[in-house]
């Protein structure tokens, strides 16, 4: 299973932000376990590098993506992404941007906590409660691994 990480959900668990880090933890650990694969775009990567530099000093931040580095796959932002983006519309580029992200990996999630953000995809756009609920919900179904 494929899931792409929205920026505020991989910044919930790096800087334990209450009460949503409990459930991005949830989920990073499924990656971590080798349970799905977690993706994240690049932009998202510099973002969070400002955020907890800013408010913890860059040696924190920089061992915060270290260690991200061994629980996500990183997918580059392009001119070309850049610009599918910029054609669907609506109010907020940075996660229409994020969208694009995730259908150019075929995830089969997008975990976000603002899902009535994102513009209509293809992906399914979801909140990390839910879907921690719905992969366990899943994973214990008869003839799962």
Known sequence: MKVFLDTNVV?????????????AAGILALA??????????AHTITTICYLISRDAGVEVARFALLDL?????VVPVDRQRLLQAL???GDDFEDAVQAVCAMVVEADFLVTRNPQDFPPITT????????????????SSPGQT
């Open 124 to 139: 399914e756009v979801i909140l990390p409660e839910p879907f921690l609920a719905q992969y366990q919900e899943s994973s």
């Open 87 to 89: 054609a669907m519309g």
């Open 32 to 41: 971590e376990r080798g349970r799905l694969q977690a993706f994240v775009a």
């Open 69 to 73: 580095f061994d629980l996500v796959e």
């Open 11 to 23: 910044l919930d668990f790096l800087a334990d932000r209450v009460p949503f880090a409990e459930a």
